[in-house]
Nanobody, 115 residues
Framework: QVQLVESGGGLVQAGGSLRLSCAAS????????MGWYRQAPGKQRELVAQ???????NYADSAKDRFVIFRDIAKNTVYLQMNSLKPEDTAVYYC?????????WGQGTQVTVSS
């Protein structure tokens, strides 16, 4: 099990950028997949981006060409760089650690994009 703490959310105008951080309580190198999900009001939680233990990345169509997921193994931190933000990106963003047998979640950080 790993504890995850997200930060970096906030209010930004459309077209702006934010960088979310997810600090893990232990080494992330051995975690199968780490990712970012989001949940907008009245909607289901959806995948935004993932990064595997080998460093491979995967993005939702809505995030491709605008968002970048990357990690700093020495800091046990995963980041989500979000550019060209749109009002429809407004949601609570959650960090996840997929151990295959179970998933750990952070508490979430609010991102609000104004038009």
């Amino acid at each position: 099990q790993v504890q995850l703490v997200e930060s970096g959310g906030g209010l930004v105008q459309a077209g702006g950028s934010l960088r979310l951080s997810c600090a893990a309580s232990r080494n992330i190198f051995s975690i199968n997949v780490m990712g970012w999900y989001r949940q907008a009001p009245g909607k289901q939680r959806e995948l935004v981006a993932q990064i595997t233990s080998r460093g491979s990345t995967n993005y939702a169509d809505s995030a491709k060409d605008r968002f970048v997921i990357f990690r700093d193994i020495a800091k046990n931190t995963v980041y989500l760089q979000m550019n060209s933000l749109k009002p429809e990106d407004t949601a609570v963003y959650y960090c996840s650690a997929d151990h295959t047998t179970h998933i750990d979640w952070g508490q979430g950080t609010q991102v609000t994009v104004s038009s």
